[in-house]
T-cell receptor, first 113, second 113 residues
Framework: DGGITQSPKYLFRKEGQNVTLSCEQNLNHDAMYWYRQDPGQGLRLIYYSQIVNDFQKGDIAEGYSVSREKKESFPLTVTSAQKNPTAFYLC????????????FGQGTRLTVV | AQKITQTQPGMFVQEKEAVTLDCTYDTSDQSYGLFWYKQPSSGEMIFLIYQGSYDEQNATEGRYSLNFQKARKSANLVISASQLGDSAMYFCATYNQGGKLIFGQGTELSVKP
């Protein structure tokens, strides 16, 4: 089945540690996105990539990093520089970054203790 | 820059009645699209409906329809015959010229039995 997979579903980390969230898609989509969602809030864009080997900062990129070495993979690293990393993280992909439906993963709930 | 505004943080509707969720957008593009997504408490994002700026007819998908008023820059979602399973967060979204997929703050819909 084609789709987009995020792992793990739940992640616990100690303060000060870097952590990497996985996002893989087998839909052959060019564009991929990472969002952060806090309780009762909307989706805020962290990073996005329109094509392999290229990515752009979103609205809240500070304290995060990404790579896009393969078309199907767009991992997100939450670094120790991120002041308040506890949140729900959603990854999405679309055929292209314009007027096409985005497909979402199930999300990763990160808790930093 | 493109912007999506959803002014209703929460809405209540009686089961079997219709409800309209508001979305206004700000764009200078001639060609654009508006999306609606549903997010149940599980956190997954479910695509509901899409309206392109050049589509002459309002989009419909089952019980979902889009009341698209281009001159007013509004793309309201209408859910007919509400069901208990419609209780969720609803987000309006669009792409900007740079390929960002941006979302509104969302509306939490509660369906009363």
């Amino acid at each position: 089945d084609g789709g987009i997979t995020q792992s793990p579903k739940y992640l616990f980390r100690k303060e000060g540690q870097n952590v990497t969230l996985s996002c893989e898609q087998n839909l052959n989509h060019d564009a991929m996105y990472w969002y952060r969602q806090d309780p009762g809030q909307g989706l805020r864009l962290i990073y996005y990539s329109q094509i392999v080997n290229d990515f752009q900062k979103g609205d809240i990129a500070e304290g995060y990093s990404v790579s896009r070495e393969k078309k199907e993979s767009f991992p997100l690293t939450v670094t120790s520089a991120q002041k308040n990393p506890t949140a729900f993280y959603l990854c999405a992909s679309s055929i292209r970054a314009a007027n096409t439906e985005a497909f979402f993963g199930q999300g990763t709930r990160l808790t930093v203790v | 820059a493109q912007k999506i505004t959803q002014t209703q943080p929460g809405m209540f509707v009686q089961e079997k009645e219709a409800v309209t969720l508001d979305c206004t957008y700000d764009t200078s593009d001639q060609s654009y699209g508006l999306f609606w997504y549903k997010q149940p408490s599980s956190g997954e994002m479910i695509f509901l409906i899409y309206q392109g700026s050049y589509d002459e007819q309002n989009a419909t998908e089952g019980r979902y329809s889009l009341n698209f008023q281009k001159a007013r820059k509004s793309a309201n979602l209408v859910i007919s015959a509400s069901q208990l399973g419609d209780s969720a967060m609803y987000f309006c979204a669009t792409y900007n010229q740079g390929g960002k997929l941006i979302f509104g703050q969302g509306t939490e819909l509660s369906v009363k039995p």
